[in-house]
């Protein structure tokens, strides 16, 4: 057993992070990593199962079957691993993962709920535009976050297919060229994450990264207000220097 667990120490590691969905931050990403670890763990009997079940074939002593018989057993094999276990695990999955993407959703709030704030994300290759409707504030591959409201990100683009996903706080969204796609952001305590594009979007996919900063609620709207007061003018993140010239274009 501690062999076990010394082998696995390195995986598990893998389990946190600023970019990890095994490691929650709002209570949609908290649901998705939920229905991951049952996944995880259903397909993990399953297979133990069929491994058991594979080597007690294997010790077996072999007999004769009538032709009867071999028929008999091979309808009970194609019935039971061909029909049965794959619907009931298609309909556990289904069972709880209808409702959990539905609770991903940006439904109507419960009254007395804070309002969302709005934010609106362009994407372009390879960059993130986060602008702030409320101030007129526009970022570049930088989000900031109040803790304990949830923000509504308008997500767009401007050229191609892109995928806006911050793992920690929500699962993916696309950003396609024409339409705008909605996802609601709620972080539960102050931290530093990042978000991704996860949708290839040419050369420089890999850079199209976002810091994601999620504030204390009165130091956030501190924040907002001086913002607001000041006019503050766009600001350039800094570019990857292979990408400069073509960003510019």
Known sequence: MAGLVAASAPLLGG?????STLHPAGPAARAISWLWWGMFAAFTAISIGVVALWLHA???????????EARRAGRRFVVAGGLLLPGISVAVILAFGIPIGNRLLP???A????????????A???????????????????LHLPAGRPADVQVRSEDVIHSFWVPRL?????????????????AEAPGEMGGQCAEFCGRDHAHMVLAVRVHPA?????????????????????VPAETATEVRQ
Request: aromatic letters at 6%; hydrophobic letters at 40%.
């Open 124 to 142: 372009r290759q390879w960059q993130w535009e986060v602008r702030y409707p409320e101030t007129g504030e526009v970022l570049f591959d930088e």
């Open 218 to 238: 009165e130091v956030f709207e501190r924040r907002l207000a001086e913002a607001a007061a000041a006019g503050r003018p766009p600001r350039q993140a800094a």
């Open 111 to 122: 009254a007395g709920a804070p309002e969302p704030l709005r934010i609106v994300v362009t």
């Open 58 to 68: 294997q010790r077996r002593r072999a007999r004769d079957w009538s032709e009867e």
């Open 170 to 186: 929500h699962g993916k969204i696309d950003a396609v060229p024409g339409r705008t796609h909605v996802v609601r952001l709620l």
């Open 15 to 19: 389990c946190e992070g600023v970019q």
């Open 107 to 109: 439904q109507p709030l």
